[in-house]
């Protein structure tokens, strides 16, 4: 199984690793990993690659 690393596109840093599951709500993000742990972002996805377990999320400042 391969899990996503999500990335700030801005600056590329690296917001979540091992991301299981993603949920959108409007404006909102909600990013949850393999052990269950739950990132809440202002945000929207703008690309995901998935042959290379990327996610791009352009992060409100």
């Known amino acids: ?5 999500a990335y700030k596109e801005s600056d590329n840093t690296v917001i979540c ?4 599951r993603i949920d959108v709500e409007g404006d909102l993000l909600i990013i949850r990993d393999i ?9 929207k996805i703008l ?8 996610v791009k999320i352009d992060a409100a400042e």
């Open 47 to 54: 690309m995901v690659d998935l042959a290379n377990s990327i």
């Open 1 to 5: 199984m391969c899990l996503a690393t």
């Open 17 to 20: 690793k091992n991301i299981s």
């Open 35 to 43: 052990m269950g742990d739950e990132i809440r972002i202002d945000g």
